[in-house]
């Protein structure tokens, strides 16, 4: 994908994202020194990332029909547990 088409599908994903939170899309992120993460909403700065299937084994273990997880915990040896989950989930999180 040239640097240009890539550019655009990043800030399609950002504004997509930021819509969904009710949140926004901070200019030039990852262009300009200053202009850090991606979209500002629901309290956090969010670092926007969207894949044709890089993410796939993430997809399948979120929404595997036989164990149901509201939540995937995941790490690589020596480095900091991550929480993926839903944007639907975390949502209702954030509601209670």
């Known amino acids: 994908m040239s640097g240009l088409k890539s550019r655009r599908k990043g800030q399609s994903a950002e504004r997509e994202f930021a819509?969904?939170?009710g949140g926004h899309r901070v200019p030039l992120s990852g262009a300009q020194e200053g202009y850090a993460n991606d979209v500002i909403g629901l309290g956090l700065e969010w670092e926007?990332?969207?894949r044709k299937s890089g993410f796939k084994q993430l997809y399948d273990w979120i929404e595997d029909t036989r164990?149901?997880?509201d939540a995937v915990a995941l790490r690589?040896?020596?480095k900091q547990w991550l929480v993926c989950m839903?944007?639907?989930k975390f949502k209702?999180?954030?509601e209670k």
Do not use: G
Request: glycine share 0%; aromatic share 0%.
């Open 86 to 88: 839903t944007l639907d």
């Open 19 to 21: 819509k969904l939170i």
């Open 92 to 94: 209702e999180l954030m």
């Open 48 to 50: 926007v990332k969207r």
């Open 67 to 69: 164990e149901c997880p």
């Open 76 to 78: 690589t040896d020596n």
